[in-house]
């Protein structure tokens, strides 16, 4: 990594889950803005052509390098930022990916990263959490950390936009109307907030070059802003709550996510994309 006069920049990234949602997002941040990523894909059958859509989006471009877990297990990675979005798979149903073999404690735990930035779920800020995904979460923590305390925890709540899963309800519901969804797994994400994940992307690249190492909750500072994009959707939200009425502080630091559309124009993006993935099939 090199210090320049405005902070800390990159100048080369490992993304665990490269083709998730926020992780995908981000990749494509740090590649625009001329950075080395090494993206590690965690894939499977029923994510197949949506992985192979995004490869094309990103797979042209030079800074870019698709490596295995394995291959990074055996490879130095000093000075190196590392990053792992373990928001995108408990909003996956994908939380085992975690504990298999262990891969992914031991990689961030012997490696001498420069930087370890771990994406998690707000909820985890509250006992309130499917008892099953906080047992997983906690076990790769214990693990990864027990030598390597030095990390970001960025707390997201509900993130969306574009190539947003249909785990969550914004996504169920524009392919619902579509005729094209699939049954609903159950509410999982935070309703208590929501970000668009462009503008999101943005606040995790400056927190990794200008931040302490430390405990970050990303929010809109709005009043009911999943409520304002449920409305928008016409999601009926009755039965629907998962909010965090109560905040765990100690050592938290809140960032304001700066917003660069008004939220119509962000989730229509969000739904036009929708239909030209689902249009072309």
Not at 11 to 16: Q, R
Not at 101 to 120: A, C, F, R, Y
């Amino acid at each position: 990594m090199k210090l320049g006069e405005a902070g800390i920049v990159m100048d080369k990234v490992v993304i665990i889950g490269v083709f998730d949602f926020v992780n995908f997002h981000l990749c494509k941040a740090l590649l625009d803005k001329g950075i080395d990523v090494s993206g590690v894909p965690l894939e499977d059958e029923e994510y197949e052509d949506m992985v192979n859509e995004k490869r094309l989006e990103i797979g042209r471009n030079a800074n870019f390098t698709e490596v295995s877990l394995e291959e990074l297990l055996n490879h130095s990675s000093e000075y190196e930022t590392i990053v792992l979005s373990v928001y995108d798979l408990y909003m996956r149903h994908k939380e085992d990916y975690l504990l298999i073999d262990h891969l992914m404690s031991k990689l961030i735990s012997t490696n001498n990263w420069e930087n370890i930035v771990i994406l998690v779920p707000s909820q985890l800020l509250k006992t309130e959490i499917d008892l099953k995904a906080k047992v997983a979460i906690e076990n790769f923590f214990n693990r990864a950390f027990a030598q390597n305390k030095n990390c970001n925890l960025l707390y997201l709540p509900t993130v969306f936009g574009p190539w947003q899963p249909e785990t969550f309800i914004f996504q169920s519901s524009i392919l619902t109307e579509m005729n094209k969804g699939k049954p609903f797994k159950g509410l999982r994400e935070e309703t208590s907030d929501a970000l668009f994940v462009e503008d999101t992307v943005k606040s995790i690249i400056e927190i990794i070059e200008n931040k302490e190492p430390g405990r970050y909750l990303l929010q809109s500072g709005r009043s009911k802003q999943w409520d304002l994009c449920a409305a928008l959707l016409q999601i009926n939200e009755h039965g629907l709550s998962n909010r965090i009425l109560e905040i765990k502080e100690e050592d938290l630091t809140k960032v304001i996510v700066n917003s660069t559309v008004p939220l119509s124009v962000a989730l229509t993006r969000q739904i036009e994309h929708t239909h030209r993935l689902n249009d072309d099939k």
